[in-house]
Every structure is written in C-alpha cells, then in structure tokens.
C-alpha cells in the first residue's frame, strides 16, 4: 500500500463577556495518552511562531496546502459566528488511528490538525493541534495579517477584536485554557473529526452544512487506506446516524451533539448535570431526548424566565430552558458559553420548530390513544 501522510425573541440581550474568567471555570479535566488514560498536564513544547512553520503548506509563499495532508468536513459543523471553516489532518506515515473505541479515537503521536476560520473571504485566524511525545496535546492558535500573507503565533491568552462582527461585537481568538474547556470536557480532546462527524450517512438537513472536500474522507476511506483500524465492523456495514422520528429532530440532535454534546456527555466532568447530548455510535438510542425532552432544569441559570421550569417543554420553544440558554448571549445564560458571540439564528429557528414538532407529535399520540 502506497504511503498516505494525512498530514425567539427569547432573551436576547447581547452583553459584554469575559472569555477568559469562564474559560477558567470551564477547564475540564481528560486526555488521552496512547491507549492509556492519563492525567492531563500542559503540553510542555512550545508551538511554531508562524503557522507556515507548522508544515501546513506545500508552498508558503503561494500558501498552497501540502496536498500530503487531507481536508474534511464533519457533518455536523461547530457554529462559530458564522465563520467559514477549511479542515486538515495529517498522520505520521505507517500509523493509524485506532478506533477501537468508537467515542474516543486514540490518535498516534504526531498526528497533527488545522482549522482555518475565514470571515466575508478573508482569513482570520487557524487554530493548530499537535499530539507529542507524551500523549499530550498541543494547542496553538495564529492571528491572520491584515494583507492575508502570514499568519503569527497568538498569545496563550488568546486575542480579542480579531474581526469585527454585527452589533458591534467582535471575533475573538481563544486562549489555550478556552480550547481545553472544550476540548477536554468529553471522551476525546478531537472535536469534530470521528465516527458520527466522518459517517457516510450524512443529515441531508444538518445546519451549517458544508461541502465535502476531495477526496471524500469518511469511516470507509480511512479504513479501506489502513489510516484507521480496530473500527468495529457493525459501524461500517450499518453506519452511525442519529436516530430520530422526524428530519427536523435529526438535525436539531445533530447540532446539539457538535455544539453541545464535547461538554453534556455521559462520560465527561459534567456527567452529573445528567444532560447527555452527544450521540453514541453504537446505542440505538437517543441520550439527548431522555435527557432533555420532558426532564426539569437542575438549577436555573441567571436571566433564566421561571417559567422554563424544563429543559425541553413540548409544543413550548418559548419556555423551554434549553431554547433560553441557545437563545442568548447574556454571559451566566448564554449556550454555548465560549467560541461565539452572536446568536445562531439558523439553530435557534432549527430547535424551535423541533420543541413545537414535538409536542404536536405527542398531542396526536395521546389523541390516537383516547379512541
């Protein structure tokens, strides 16, 4: 086999927030080194001071990606203000990802990834992941130039007024602390690139869509390159999709598992809110729905109504806790709490058409049952 390098108008008071005192509060404790879990430590090694350093480009002056690396797109992409986004992985060569898990690929030491983030055509800024030695990762993040040539190491912390966005607000580049909150609140600290992300079995009606790159890198053409072993069987014959009764509560499911679930997991440090919204690949149910269709909120969050009394009230967007949360940039309310500063409209619109699907659909259920 020839070498492959894969190199509501509910809330919607937009204040002023700060990212790196609930970035602080948010960093969540679990890292992967090899097959054994680990205690997480900062990565010790210090990233590239330009990003052209991290072998990105085939050509630095052209910025020409190395066609060596391979682009993809998740099916379910992680809103961030309306952000354009291109994707790379590459792999040491002779390595794989082991898959043996299904929620928690284990990536081999090197691997590294690239997320560019683009604003009206003009690059702002790509975040960058390198797994070391030591099983840890490294994050790093570079700041764009005005004349879009370079791109520059940011500070640790993190930089804010990147570009600007509507209402006066601004893009903000994360701190490292930001990124781990995310990225270290779930069963792997790769976000967006496993078993239901890659499915062949794509939502036709996920938000934010993107087109797929070439080649089509999904579960079938990395294990039929031997770039990802251990995969089980079942996953490939019947792949993973989310099950669900409606189109719309597909998506709306799907969503909340990239924007949601990294954090709402059964397997992460918040597991004891009992808010699960990251799919399982290989259940046939749906931890989002017994989580949150029906089911009370534990603690109502500041700026919250107090009728939303449940995290999803059927027939009722309007008072729903969860439709609040999304709904809102208030900083103690507002779902997510880090990476964005706009509201997503498309989702908000997505999830109330879901909450009011389903309380019709339960309506009928109980009328059918009445006769």
Request: with cysteine; glycine share 8%.
């Amino acid at each position: 086999m020839a070498k492959v390098i894969v190199t509501t108008p509910l809330l919607r008071s937009v204040q002023g927030r700060c990212s790196a005192v609930i970035g602080t509060m948010l960093v969540l404790s679990f890292v992967l080194f090899t097959n054994v879990p680990a205690i997480p430590q900062p990565a010790t090694a210090i990233p590239p001071s330009t990003l052209q350093e991290t072998g990105l480009y085939a050509d630095p002056d052209t910025l020409q990606v190395d066609p060596a690396h391979l682009a993809f797109a998740p099916q379910y992409p992680l809103w961030s203000d309306g952000a354009a986004k291109r994707r790379w992985i590459s792999l040491p060569p002779g390595t794989a990802i082991d898959g043996s898990d299904p929620e928690a690929w284990v990536f081999p030491v090197g691997t590294r990834f690239w997320k560019e983030f683009s604003f009206n055509g003009q690059r702002v800024e790509t975040r960058y992941l390198e797994r070391k030695a030591d099983g840890q990762w490294l994050y790093a993040a570079y700041a764009w130039s005005a004349d879009g040539r370079e791109a520059q190491l940011v500070s640790p912390r993190g930089k804010r007024g990147a570009y600007p966005l509507a209402g006066g607000r601004s893009h903000v580049i994360p701190g490292v602390a930001d990124c781990k909150a995310c990225h270290q609140g779930g069963p792997s600290e790769v976000l967006g690139f496993g078993t239901l992300q890659l499915s062949p079995e794509r939502d036709p009606g996920a938000p934010h869509a993107e087109l797929r790159p070439a080649p089509d890198v999904d579960l079938r053409y990395l294990v039929d390159r031997g770039l990802l072993v251990g995969l089980p069987k079942a996953l490939l014959d019947a792949p993973p999709r989310i099950a669900a009764a409606t189109a719309t509560e597909r998506a709306a499911l799907g969503y909340m598992h990239a924007n949601c679930g990294h954090c709402h997991n059964e397997r992460g440090s918040l597991q004891s809110i009992a808010l699960f919204l990251r799919h399982n690949a290989e259940t046939s149910n749906e931890p989002a729905l017994a989580s949150t269709v029906g089911q009370p909120v534990r603690k109502p969050a500041p700026g919250q109504s107090p009728d939303a009394v449940l995290r999803v009230d059927p027939g009722h967007p309007d008072r729903s806790g969860v439709m609040q949360r999304i709904s809102s940039r208030y900083p103690a309310l507002q779902m997510p709490p880090l990476g964005t500063e706009l509201i997503d409209d498309e989702a908000v619109r997505l999830l109330e058409r879901w909450i009011a699907e389903k309380g019709a659909s339960i309506q009928q259920a109980s009328a059918h049952e009445g006769r």
